[in-house]
């Protein structure tokens, strides 16, 4: 049988959700069924796509110019006629977008993805109007959970029938013990103390101010613990003046960016999620890989990821008082090995990316014309 050609459309492949799940869906996929390429509309292409590109696979760089290119349609449907492509999947709505419209009149599929939604969400009478339309030369959306589905219910005019959720999954992680040791070491973290910790980038949307407050409370019944905060960005000014005037100098560590964070959440006892909103968390994901508990804010995707009282807590969103009896219930060590435990069986069963690459395949092959089996 010949091969079904997909055709990745995507912002661009810097490091982020989005692009994690597309990275993650080619290292998986059945290369004996599958050849897949990736068109990025913006550039430039990102760190993932290195990785990507030295193991073979094809990129294309456009450069999308502000407003709405018209030109980028006629050079996505020049890949598409060019590379025979069986099946587009757009991932996020602009590229969705444009890859429904340089697919029009082609052999080709479409199948468009949502990764998550803005906070605090909006519609417009455009969108409304147009997408309904998109949705007709859509041969299948997908949303990342329930959450977002809804979401593409209620402010894209999407119908409920034509979405499938298809949770996100990731590989899990490995990390070698005696590095963590050794970081907990460098960090001079006492062996007595409860490690929380959070990666995040420094966005408002991620609420790390809760999160400071929440731990403030927690210090007065535990003051043996400590927050880890990984991360950086635009909010990096407003969370170190937090720290100092809630007096948590001697018990937050700010460890700036990681590219590879993945012996600091070793590190952490408990992982930590106060985001406003949220589609799929990779990291909290990841966290679960690694066994970990979690405390989580009621947000997007996090109570379909996080079972209340199971493996984690999730509290109402921007609740400090909340977030912190949270915490110190999972700072009761037999809670937390239970519910450690309930993580990583729970990843296991759903967020694996055995599991994500084999519905995509699934997808893949529902979707493709059927007479690609027969191609030239």
Not at 219 to 244: A, F, H, M, Y
């Amino acid at each position: 049988m010949t091969k079904i050609r997909i055709l990745h459309v995507t912002y661009d492949m810097r490091i982020g959700g989005t692009e994690m799940v597309i990275k993650n869906i080619i290292d998986g996929c059945d290369t004996k069924q599958f050849d897949m390429s990736v068109l990025c509309i913006e550039s430039p292409l990102g760190p993932f796509a290195k990785e990507l590109e030295r193991n073979g696979t094809s990129f294309f760089e456009l450069n999308r110019k502000p407003g709405f290119d018209t030109r980028l349609i006629s050079k996505i449907r020049h890949v598409i006629v060019k590379q025979n492509i069986d099946v587009v999947h757009c991932h996020q709505y602009t590229p969705w977008v444009y890859g429904t419209l340089a697919a029009l009149f082609t052999r080709c599929k479409v199948v468009f993805t949502e990764h998550g939604r803005f906070h605090p969400d909006s519609s417009s009478w455009k969108r409304k109007i147009i997408n309904p339309i998109l949705n007709f030369f859509t041969k299948k959306v997908t949303a990342i959970s329930s959450a977002t589905k809804d979401a593409l219910i209620e402010f894209e005019n999407l119908p409920s029938c034509s979405i499938d959720v298809l949770y996100n999954g990731i590989s899990p992680l490995k990390v070698d013990n005696s590095q963590v040791k050794q970081l907990r070491t460098e960090l001079s973290i006492p062996d007595e103390h409860i490690i929380l910790g959070t990666i995040a980038r420094f966005d408002p949307i991620k609420n790390h101010p809760m999160m400071l407050r929440a731990f403030k409370k927690v210090l007065t019944r535990q003051p043996e613990t400590t927050l880890v905060i990984v991360g950086d960005g635009e909010e990096r000014r407003n969370i170190e003046k937090c720290i100092n005037d809630l007096s948590l100098e001697k018990n937050v560590l700010l460890i700036g960016y990681e590219p590879e964070p993945k012996c600091h959440l070793a590190l952490m006892d408990i992982y930590l999620l106060s985001s406003f909103s949220e589609g799929t968390s990779m990291t909290l994901l990841e966290a679960m890989s690694l066994a970990k508990p979690s405390v989580v804010t009621n947000a997007g995707g996090n109570p379909e990821v996080i079972k209340n009282g199971y493996n984690g807590f999730v509290t109402d969103n921007n609740n400090d008082e909340a977030f912190a009896k949270a915490i110190l219930k999972l700072i009761n060590v037999d809670v937390r090995n239970e519910q450690a435990k309930c993580a990583l069986s729970l990843f296991n069963e759903r967020f694996s990316s055995r599991k994500m690459n084999q519905k995509y395949a699934d997808l893949y092959k529902t979707v493709a014309p059927k007479h690609q089996a027969n191609r030239n």
